[in-house]
């Protein structure tokens, strides 16, 4: 490909500087169609990725597969000079490879149909539809919890409901929540539990909550094996008409990313890409990567 010594000196992935022309570039760990990624300027930047939490690189296959990303973004960012798609090619490779790359997938034009719209929510409607619910919790002290002690937390629960129907307002539910709820994680949220679908909760828990029609309804008393509820609706995303925009959405990312999958597969099989297998052995893994939240 034709880019010159401007594209040789321009970094892969965002690679902080301009390399010397006059390094030493036996120590590449990648070439692609004759620009060269070399070792130092890989791992400055695996390494800042290493930041990013889930982000491990500390074995080979995982090495390569960062590189593979590396070469893909080179790939991009050599076609899109090639066709002219920016003036300034000082801009970081990353931000090229990935205007291009958006650029050339928008050119596919493809919108969902209405058809295409209905029959995916049909198909997919248990895992589409959610409800964002609260909840109060009183737990059974132990998985064979005796009927006598059950009946007691029933009644408990039961006279809070009531509480709660003297003002069915959300800011009452919340503080009853705060006050009364064995839920943790979510008590001092007013038992706010978010959106949910029907897959992410125990069956009766949801089964109550889905089954509530109007904002602000709570549920009966319902049992799981964590104790009694009561559920609040606070919020729906349910029907057709309401999962429209999100499934059209939803349709569209997944037929961009096949538009995607595609050129990036005939970019790679086009090119010339030779991978240093020895010098990426070498790349040092400095930054111990983020623990993610459990």
């Known amino acids: 490909m034709r880019a010159g010594i401007l594209i040789t000196c321009l970094l892969a992935l965002g690679m902080a500087a301009c390399q010397n022309q006059r390094q030493d570039l036996t120590d590449v760990v990648a070439t692609v169609d004759g620009v060269p990624i070399t070792r130092d300027a890989f791992e400055k930047t695996l390494n800042k990725n290493t930041l990013l939490p889930g982000r491990?690189?500390?074995?080979?296959?995982?090495?390569?597969?960062?590189?593979?990303?590396?070469?893909?973004?080179?790939?991009?960012?050599?076609?899109?000079?090639?066709?002219?798609?920016?003036?300034?090619s000082e801009r970081l490779r990353k931000t090229v490879a990935r205007e291009y790359l958006a650029d050339r997938v928008a050119?596919?034009?493809?919108?969902?149909?209405?058809?295409?719209?209905?029959?995916?929510?049909?198909?997919?409607?248990?895992?589409?539809?959610?409800?964002?619910?609260?909840h109060i919790l009183l737990k059974f002290s132990k998985p064979d919890e005796s009927k006598e002690a059950k009946a007691l937390l029933r009644t408990k629960l039961e006279g809070i409901r009531r509480e709660y129907l003297k003002d069915p307002t959300p800011e009452n539910f919340a503080?009853?929540?705060?006050?009364?709820?064995?839920?943790?994680?979510?008590?001092?949220?007013?038992?706010?539990?978010?959106?949910?679908?029907?897959n992410q909760m125990v069956k009766p828990f949801a089964d109550a909550a889905f089954a509530l029609k109007k904002i602000g309804e709570v549920s009966d008393v319902v049992e799981t094996n964590y104790g009694y509820h009561i559920v609040q609706l606070t919020g729906e995303r349910r029907g057709l008409e309401g999962l429209h925009d999100f499934v059209k959405q939803l349709l569209l990312q997944e037929h961009q990313k096949k538009v995607a999958d595609g050129?990036?597969?005939?970019?790679?099989?086009?090119?010339?890409?030779?991978?240093?297998?020895?010098?990426l052995a070498k790349v040092t893994v400095t930054r111990q990567p983020l623990k993610t939240e459990p």
């Open 56 to 88: 491990n690189y500390s074995t080979n296959e995982r090495k390569r597969g960062f590189l593979q990303e590396v070469i893909r973004q080179e790939l991009l960012f050599q076609r899109a000079m090639e066709e002219g798609f920016v003036e300034k």
């Open 175 to 198: 503080r009853l929540a705060r006050t009364h709820s064995e839920d943790a994680a979510n008590r001092n949220e007013g038992g706010d539990l978010g959106f949910f679908d029907r």
């Open 107 to 134: 050119r596919d034009g493809y919108q969902p149909t209405d058809e295409e719209i209905r029959t995916r929510f049909e198909n997919q409607r248990t895992e589409l539809e959610q409800v964002r619910a609260s």
């Open 263 to 279: 050129i990036l597969a005939d970019l790679e099989k086009n090119a010339s890409v030779r991978i240093d297998d020895e010098v």
